[in-house]
T-cell receptor
Framework: GENVEQHPSTLSVQEGDSAVIKCTYSDSASNYFPWYKQELGKRPQLIIDIRSNVGEKKDQRIAVTLNKTAKHFSLHITETQPEDSAVYFCAASSRSNFGNEKLTFGTGTRLTIIP | EAGVTQFPSHSVIEKGQTVTLRCDPISGHDNLYWYRRVMGKEIKFLLHFVKESKQDESGMPNNRFLAERTGGTYSTLKVQPAELEDSGVYFC???????????FGPGTRLLVL
């Protein structure tokens, strides 16, 4: 089955600097890679996703890159703000006729933005 | 549009008791997933319904866990009898048939003493 590894487990960044979180996956059949942000006591929320036919995707201060050959993908947050502090999870999945199959998650990265 | 809802938000029970968790997906979402996060570890898949049918239950830890989705709307996850290692946060997620994005509920925090 799929295995997703995520690094680092904790990350502290000065406000305004960039943060990078990296994930690797094992199953070459995986073709969908979402990133979820979970603030304390709240539900995981999708912040960005990428499909395997795309190498990079950007949404304002957030970007994700995918290297299919190396089986790794990364989340980049630029100009970090205090509200970016949260736990971030990467995940991998493959598609079927009814939608996506189960998400396999990384272990999470606790990002702290230092004012 | 209402999001995925879960009930209860918290549950504290003693070892050997029974607990039933409920998930109401977003209206019209045929896909319903259960996940669990134990003690700060990764979020792990439990099972997946497509409408009322179990599509994948490979993540269910053992036969003390029973999930149902009668009528293809809300789902319940029953743990009987509960053990200490069942403590964690149980998340439900839903998505449209053919859709990619899984929308998560707020979770049920279960503590087994």
């Amino acid at each position: 089955g799929e295995n997703v590894e995520q690094h680092p487990s904790t990350l502290s960044v000065q406000e305004g600097d960039s943060a990078v979180i990296k994930c690797t996956y094992s199953d070459s059949a995986s073709n969908y890679f979402p990133w979820y942000k979970q603030e304390l006591g709240k539900r995981p929320q999708l912040i960005i996703d990428i499909r395997s036919n795309v190498g990079e995707k950007k949404d304002q201060r957030i970007a994700v890159t995918l290297n299919k050959t190396a089986k790794h993908f990364s989340l980049h947050i630029t100009e970090t703000q205090p509200e970016d502090s949260a736990v971030y999870f990467c995940a991998a999945s493959s598609r079927s006729n009814f939608g996506n199959e189960k998400l396999t998650f990384g272990t999470g990265t606790r990002l702290t933005i230092i004012p | 549009e209402a999001g995925v809802t879960q009930f209860p938000s918290h549950s504290v029970i003693e070892k050997g008791q029974t607990v039933t968790l409920r998930c109401d997906p977003i209206s019209g979402h045929d896909n319903l997933y259960w996940y669990r996060r134990v003690m700060g570890k990764e979020i792990k898949f439990l099972l997946h319904f497509v409408k009322e049918s179990k599509q994948d239950e490979s993540g269910m830890p053992n036969n003390r866990f029973l999930a149902e989705r009668t009528g293809g709307t809300y789902s319940t996850l029953k743990v009987q009898p509960a053990e200490l290692e069942d403590s964690g946060v149980y998340f439900c997620a839903s998505s449209l048939f053919g859709g990619e994005t899984q929308y998560f509920g707020p979770g049920t925090r279960l503590l087994v003493l």
